[in-house]
């Protein structure tokens, strides 16, 4: 297993984003029904593909009373992100955009880089969808900037493992047989960058064991629980 290829499948790109309270306007925004995004895609197909993986994020957030506040692009890339040639997908809080790889070119990348293992199909992708679509809305509900890179791959591992279907999900859950993170002191950004996968199973992990989850992450986001690393991407 090639633990350091899988740190370029999925990057979260800068916290310094724009300021909040845009408000939002779906119908005129919007191409995917009932959310406020927009995907840049000429590809029916895809284009549905990326608004249901954006309908699972926001439906994991409202679920602890989180909502997107400004309208999200995604642009999909048929042959590639510029720049970015062994990436899945990525989030830029400067350019308020997330560029995601289609289905087909994600699953040819990931023959040979396995995310977590597993073969790329469309259940797994859509659970990366919903990581770029958390970070996303994460930056758009955080409270004080700069902001910290556990706090974000936290929201955005948590996000991709609860929205993910149960059976790739338990099957990497036993792949990887892990114990959870006991708290935020043990989440390490030198943890996440040398296996972002394992990390994510373990704040998978946490995230389950933990009594009251919405409050934990309405404290991450409104800076009242805070990560010990500060480290910014
Ligand atoms: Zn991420």
């Not at 984003?17 to 927009?38: K, L, M, Q, R, W």
């Not at 400067?94 to 073969?119: W, Y």
């Not at 998978?204 to 064991?209: G, N, V």
Request: proline share 4%.
């Amino acid at each position: 297993m090639n633990l350091k290829s899988y740190f370029f499948l999925i990057i979260f790109l800068g916290m310094n984003g724009v300021e909040d309270s845009v408000a939002t306007d779906i119908d005129n925004f919007s191409n995917c029904t009932g959310i406020s995004v927009y995907v840049d895609s000429k590809d029916t197909e895809n284009k549905a593909l990326a608004c249901d993986g954006a309908q699972m994020a926001l439906a994991f957030f409202q679920s602890h009373k989180i909502e997107i506040k400004r309208p999200i692009h995604i642009k999909l890339h048929s042959a590639g992100i510029n720049n970015y040639p062994a990436h899945i997908g990525l989030y830029s809080s400067k350019k308020n955009q997330i560029d995601l790889l289609t289905l087909e070119h994600a699953k040819s990348l990931c023959v040979s880089l396995r995310p977590f293992g597993m073969p790329m199909n469309e259940s797994l992708y859509l659970s990366f969808v919903a990581h770029e679509v958390a970070h996303a809305i994460t930056d758009q509900n955080l409270k004080n900037r700069p902001s910290s890179l556990i706090l974000h791959e936290y929201l955005a591992y948590v996000t991709q493992f609860a929205t993910m279907d149960l059976q790739p999900r338990t099957e990497i859950l036993q792949r990887y047989n892990l114990e959870p993170f006991q708290g935020l002191e043990n989440m390490s950004s030198t943890y996440y960058k040398l296996n972002p996968c394992a990390f994510g199973v373990k704040v998978f992990l946490h995230y389950q064991s933990l009594p009251n989850q919405s409050h934990f992450i309405q404290g991450l986001l409104s800076g009242l629980i805070k990560p010990e690393s500060h480290e910014l991407e």
